[in-house]
Structures are given as structure tokens and as C-alpha cells.
């Protein structure tokens, strides 16, 4: 991920600041989470439903994020280990290995969105809580995305590129490994609990790490999702 900018500012790295983020939610996105992300499989009043959804649900998605940078102190296939940080156990590598830093972060919609979701379906009104949840996990993933551009103009060098986005419950990296990285970050400002089950409230929220690293080692080390052979992850970039 790369993109022109000037400068760089450091963030205290345990101050929990608020970041607003402006997203925008596609349609197609929106298809995608929903698995019909060819247009030819639905039908054109389908589209336009969602269509509409997304624009009347526009006021009840507030994107908003936290994160924290830490220095590498170890990295390997099956642990990454940052300065003053529990462990973090997975197949690290393959996605942050060019990474000298490594953000952490959590990012949410809100819970609006989720209330106007249940709202329809206990309504009797299925396809449109199904589209509404849908646009909160478009808007979810959009979120990260608006929060690594931040990341990458306020900390990263001139010579430095940004790694895609891992978090805890894919790609073979535990859901339970988001106790260690809400131990890196401070959430209460942002209002995002991590609750016993792993889950996230409010639910369309996420979490992750972002490796900072030299543009040509991450250049060349591309993204994970080019070697992987699961072509029906709906995570596939």
C-alpha cells in the first residue's frame, strides 16, 4: 500500500486517541459480504434494494478507530513478539515479515447499524436485515481500510510501506489472540469491549495488525492471498 504524502507524525503509543474515520460503503462490497458478488446472479430490484439501504443507513454508521505502533523484537512463522507486548501466536510471518513496526489496532461502525438490522428482521422484513448487516460488514472492513491510510501518513517513513491487514480468526491466526493485542491497544475511548466469547461489542467492529516496513521488501513479499489456494474466502484480496 502505497501513496503520496509528505512527512510523518509519531502517536503516543498508549493515549487511546479517537480517530474519525470517512467511509464509504460500494455496493459491490456490500454483494460480496453478502456472497453474490457478480452482478449477473442478482436481480436488478435486489440491487437497487441495496442500493437504497445503503443510502438510508448512511447516518447510522459512525467509523471510527485506535491504534498503536510497536518496534519487532521477534518474528517468526509461528510468534510475533513487540517491545513491552504479549506474544502474539499465529502464522505471523506470511503476512507481516518485511515489517520492522507493527501496528495494532481496533476499529468500529457503531452499533446503529446492527439495531436497524435486528429492527427489520424482528419485523418480518428478512432481506433487508440481511442486506442491513451486510452494509455494517462492508462499512467494518472500509473502516480498516480509512485507518491504514491514517497509519500510513502519520507513521509511516518516505521509504516505508504498509502490509495488508491481518486479524485474529482468519487465515490461521486464532480468535483467542485478540486478548493479547487488546492488551496493546487502548479501546475504552473508543468504546469497544472484547467480550469472553472473542467476540467484539459493538459487533461491526474490528481488529488486526498492520506491518510497517521497507516499500521494496513489502513490494516484493506481495500479499499472502496470491500462494493461498482458498478461493471461496470471502476475505480474499
Known amino acids: 500500500m502505497q501513496m503520496e504524502r509528505t512527512g510523518s507524525v509519531s502517536m503516543n503509543q498508549t493515549d487511546?486517541?479517537?480517530?474519525?474515520?470517512?467511509?464509504?460503503?460500494?455496493?459491490?462490497?456490500?454483494?460480496?459480504?453478502?456472497?453474490?458478488?457478480?452482478?449477473?446472479?442478482l436481480r436488478p430490484e435486489h440491487r437497487a434494494l441495496v442500493e437504497t439501504l445503503i443510502e438510508h443507513s448512511a447516518s447510522a454508521i459512525r467509523a471510527r478507530g485506535t491504534y498503536a505502533v510497536y518496534p519487532v523484537t521477534r518474528m517468526t512463522d509461528t510468534e510475533l513478539v513487540l517491545a513491552q507486548c504479549p506474544p502474539i501466536r499465529g502464522p505471523i510471518a506470511g503476512f507481516l515479515k518485511p515489517a520492522t513496526r507493527v501496528a495494532a489496532f481496533v476499529t468500529t461502525v457503531g452499533d446503529d447499524i446492527e439495531r436497524m438490522a435486528d429492527e427489520r428482521l424482528r419485523k418480518g422484513a428478512r432481506l433487508e436485515g440481511y442486506i442491513l448487516n451486510a452494509i455494517g460488514s462492508a462499512a467494518a472492513d472500509a473502516a480498516v481500510d480509512a485507518l491504514a491510510d491514517i497509519i500510513y501518513f502519520e507513521d509511516a517513513?518516505?521509504?516505508?510501506?504498509?502490509?495488508?491487514?491481518?486479524?485474529?480468526?482468519?487465515?490461521?491466526?486464532?480468535?483467542?489472540?485478540?486478548?493479547?493485542?487488546?492488551?496493546?491497544?487502548?479501546?475504552?475511548?473508543?468504546?469497544?469491549?472484547?467480550?469472553?466469547?472473542?467476540?467484539?461489542q459493538p459487533l461491526k467492529s474490528v481488529s488486526g495488525l498492520i506491518g510497517i516496513g521497507p516499500s521494496n521488501q513489502v513490494e516484493a513479499h506481495g500479499v499472502p492471498c496470491q500462494w493461498c489456494d482458498l478461493t471461496t474466502c470471502h476475505m480474499r484480496r
Open 16 to 41: 487511546g486517541r479517537v480517530i474519525e474515520l470517512d467511509v464509504r460503503v460500494e455496493t459491490d462490497e456490500v454483494l460480496r459480504m453478502m456472497g453474490c458478488g457478480k452482478e449477473g446472479k
Open 157 to 200: 517513513n518516505p521509504e516505508e510501506a504498509l502490509t495488508p491487514p491481518f486479524s485474529p480468526g482468519y487465515c490461521g491466526l486464532s480468535l483467542d489472540e485478540q486478548i493479547s493485542l487488546f492488551a496493546m491497544v487502548n479501546t475504552r475511548p473508543l468504546g469497544v469491549k472484547l467480550l469472553p466469547t472473542m467476540i467484539m
